[in-house]
Antibody, heavy 126, light 109 residues
Framework: QVQLVQSGAEVKKPGASVKVSCKASGYTFTSYDINWVRQATGQGLEWMGW????????GYAQKFQGRVTMTRNTSISTAYMELSSLRSEDTAVYYC???????????????????WGQGTTVTVSS | EIVLTQSPGTLSLSPGERATLSCRAS???????LAWYQQKPGQAPRLLIYGASSRATGIPDRFSGSGSGTDFTLTISRLEPEDFAVYYC??????????FGGGTKVEIK
């Protein structure tokens, strides 16, 4: 079945970096963009950025520009999200999600984020 | 940047009642690019509606979406026990590509 499986929980110190993986199965990895979304405890959903696994093209939310890097390894159908210069406010559950769209352009279609990973808890604490 | 405002913040209803959730955009949004998600505690979000009114695969027909321009609505015709959750609207655009509303919690009265 179609699924995204994320790496396990991480505990990091302030100033460190974290790299979360998201392994796709059951579909052609390069055919769908991957988004990363995070959620602090008791808070709403916050979009971080997207990546096209075929081209490697990325787009990041302004808030995370300069601190986030999204990459992929197509040979193992895995997407990665690395966040650097961690601070306590980065403590959250991080999700990857498959996007069904034709990419942004006039007249493009968008069918939502239909498959989500199980989430990876990242805790930043000294 | 488009801001999505959801109301009410919390909706207290009983099973069997009708739920009406609002999502208002700060500027006009193409209905083709408006989605709704359900999230239960400890779970990832689940896609309910895309294109403002199209149900995702496997979503029961008690869930319906409507709206255009700046005002969108998610309606749950008769609440089942499993429908008590948090609901988010989401917009797809150019910059930023994805924007979420703040969420509406539907709780048991």
């Amino acid at each position: 079945q179609v699924q995204l499986v994320q790496s396990g929980a991480e505990v990091k110190k302030p100033g460190a970096s974290v790299k979360v993986s998201c392994k796709a199965s059951g579909y052609t990895f390069t055919s769908y963009d991957i988004n990363w979304v995070r959620q602090a405890t008791g808070q709403g959903l916050e979009w971080m950025g997207w990546m096209n696994p075929n081209s490697g093209n990325t787009g990041y939310a302004q808030k995370f520009q300069g601190r986030v890097t999204m990459t992929r390894n197509t040979s193992i159908s895995t997407a990665y999200m690395e966040l650097s210069s961690l601070r306590s406010e980065d403590t959250a559950v991080y999700y990857c999600a498959r996007e069904v769209s034709s990419g942004w352009f006039a007249g493009s279609y968008y069918y939502g984020m239909d498959v989500w990973g199980q989430g990876t808890t990242v805790t930043v604490s000294s | 940047e488009i801001v999505l405002t959801q109301s009410p913040g919390t909706l207290s209803l009983s099973p069997g009642e009708r739920a009406t959730l609002s999502c208002r955009a700060s500027q006009s949004v193409s209905s083709s690019y408006l989605a709704w998600y359900q999230q239960k505690p400890g779970q990832a979000p689940r896609l309910l509606i895309y294109g403002a009114s199209s149900r995702a695969t496997g979503i029961p027909d008690r869930f319906s979406g409507s709206g255009s321009g700046t005002d969108f609505t998610l309606t749950i015709s008769r609440l089942e026990p499993e429908d008590f959750a948090v609901y988010y609207c989401q917009q797809y655009g150019s910059s930023p590509r994805i924007t979420f509303g703040g969420g509406t919690k539907v709780e048991i009265k």
